[in-house]
């Protein structure tokens, strides 16, 4: 067996240059490949984060005049929304002064407790709800709105900020339970409109009823007082009448009405 060649210090030195920056390459690579991953990752969560969350996102649309659009919109943060505890709370500023505002919880159909707005002038009312205890909200159709009333206009640069549990009643594909539970609060509310409208129908009936016996009860009580004052005269005009017959005058001058009677 040859006996090994001993390497000079220069070839050495050259040997550790070269494994060297095939290292570099190597880590170069892996970081490259690391940075791609990451970039995919975040592309990915943004994906997401529109596509999901977008429907749970706190908007605030303000009217300075000329109705409700997108462009005249506040959009909270994704992270306004906790899915943790189910709670939103945001901060927003008017950029300008406004005539009305609309609080948009989310897009889909869902549950809201607890909705408290900071600035007293404002007072939130539901659009097309269905109102439960207290101060929680039942939204059964999509776009579920609020509006935020106050009584003169705000200026620009108000800020207030907006809390509230949010539940959004996710859909699924074939949620068939969620729609049977709709349409069946949706059947309640219709059979009680109608009821109330058949309640308001026979009120008003009753009351027109009732002003039609008013009035038949006057006209009777009228016929009462004009047959009252009939018989009245009609009393006061025989009392009369027995009276000149059985006056002495009427007496005296009966032999001159028989005379008379007998010449006709």
């Given amino acids: 067996m040859p006996p090994a060649t ?10 550790l240059e070269q494994q060297l920056a095939l290292s570099d390459q190597g880590v170069s690579r892996l970081a490259q490949r690391c940075l791609a991953l990451e970039q995919q990752l975040a592309a990915l969560e943004k994906h997401e984060s529109y596509d999901n969350m977008s429907l749970f996102r706190l908007t605030v649309y303000y009217d300075y005049g000329l109705g ?33 505002l609309r609080l948009d919880p989310g897009e889909l159909p869902c549950y809201v407790a607890g909705l408290t707005v900071s600035d007293e002038r404002m007072h939130a009312e539901p659009n097309a709800a269905l109102p439960l205890d207290e101060d929680k909200t039942l939204f059964l159709g999509f776009d579920p709105q609020f509006r935020l009333e106050f009584a003169d206009r705000l ?33 309640c509310q219709d059979r009680a409109a109608a009821a109330a409208a058949a309640a308001d129908e026979q009120r008003a009936l009753a009351q027109n009823y009732g002003a039609q016996l008013a009035g038949q009860e006057r006209r009777a009580a009228h016929l009462e007082e004009q047959l009252e004052a009939a018989v009245a005269e009609k009393e006061h005009f025989r009392t009369s009448y027995e009276a000149v017959l059985s006056s002495a005058c009427w007496k005296l001058t009966a032999p001159l009405r028989a005379l008379l009677g007998r010449q006709k």
Wanted: charged fraction near 20%; aromatic fraction near 12%.
């Fill in 6 to 15: 001993q390497q000079t210090p220069a070839q050495r030195i050259a040997e």
């Fill in 68 to 100: 409700f659009s997108e462009q005249d919109a506040l959009t909270a943060p994704v992270s306004a929304y906790s899915a943790a505890n189910h709670s939103v709370s945001a901060i927003f500023e008017l950029p300008r002064e406004v005539r009305a």
């Fill in 155 to 187: 200026p620009a640069g108000t800020r207030f900020s907006v809390s509230y549990t949010y539940y959004p009643l996710q859909l699924g594909t074939d949620d068939t339970v969620f729609y049977a539970m709709r349409r069946g609060i949706e059947l």
